[in-house]
């Protein structure tokens, strides 16, 4: 079981940027696949981005993000990051980062919330204009 602690949410202004951390516990966290969701008031939950396990070579970002955050991850800080720049008030949402074991082989990448098993509490971004 692992447990996921998201940090870095904040008040910023249109344009702004920011980096969100999540941080995993146990020793095992090069076998997770790793994904970061938001969630908007009265909005369902919509995939952001995710990250293959192992090195996390494959990668894969929202249609509505690609061009403006990245998502990459260091094993040896059981740390995956979502970095957000230019950012519009329409990325206000609490953003929840999650985990899968897929074993340290694995190329997957997954966009759907219900294949992963693990979540974080969220941390909020809010985005002025």
């Known amino acids: 079981q692992v447990q996921l602690v998201e940090s870095g949410g904040g008040l910023v202004q249109a344009g702004g940027s920011l980096r969100l951390s999540c941080a995993a516990s146990?020793?095992?966290?090069?076998?997770?696949?790793m994904g970061w969701f938001r969630q908007a008031p009265g909005k369902e939950r919509e995939f952001v981005a995710a990250?293959?396990?192992?090195?996390?070579?494959?990668?894969l970002l929202a249609d509505s993000v690609k061009g403006r955050f990245t998502i990459s991850r260091d094993n040896a800080k059981n740390t995956v990051y979502l970095q957000m720049n230019s950012l519009k008030p329409e990325d206000t949402a609490v953003y929840y980062c999650a985990a899968k074991d897929l074993g340290v082989n694995a190329w997957s990448v997954l966009r759907a919330g219900f294949q992963y098993d693990y979540w974080g509490q969220g941390t909020q971004v809010t985005v002025s204009s």
């Open positions: 990250i293959s396990a192992a090195s996390g070579v494959i990668t």
């Open positions: 146990g020793r095992t966290f090069s076998r997770y696949a």
